[in-house]
């Protein structure tokens, strides 16, 4: 059963955006900072952005800075990712899973599928 659910992806041209949704269970979610992961075909997983329990402190990776922004709503257990002026290099399938930041990075504090979901997709035209 996954932990966690990502939905909210789809196909926009080059400048538009979608704001992508996360529910996460209790266990999963509860306490913990939570970031939004990218993988596109043939390159390495990316930390995208992250936020604190909280929610008083967020990351972003420097290719998204000023464009993306992190959310999350504790009471409803949801974690969303609000992407504009999107590019074509922003396509990726997107996950949300617990994080931490080390040294200004963000990683997963969990390996890739254990309480990951199966990701939404993220298509951006030209």
């Known amino acids: 059963q996954a932990q966690v659910v990502e939905s909210g992806g789809g196909l926009v041209q080059a400048g538009g955006s979608l704001r992508l949704s996360c529910t996460a269970s209790?266990?999963?979610?509860?306490?913990?900072?939570m970031g939004w992961f990218r993988q596109a075909p043939g390159k390495e997983r990316e930390g995208v952005s992250c936020?604190?329990?909280?929610?008083?402190?967020?990351w972003y990776a420097d290719s998204v800075k000023g464009r993306f922004t992190i959310s999350r709503d504790n009471g409803k257990r949801m974690l969303y990712l609000q992407m504009d002026s999107l590019k074509p290099e922003d396509t990726a399938m997107y996950y949300c899973?617990?994080?931490?930041?080390?040294?200004?990075?963000?990683?997963?504090?969990?390996?890739?599928?254990?309480?990951w979901g199966q990701g939404t997709q993220v298509t951006v035209s030209s």
């Open positions: 899973a617990t994080a931490v930041v080390v040294a200004g990075l963000i990683f997963p504090s969990s390996t890739f599928g254990e309480n």
């Open positions: 936020i604190t329990s909280s929610g008083d402190t967020t």
């Open positions: 209790e266990s999963t979610f509860d306490g913990y900072a």
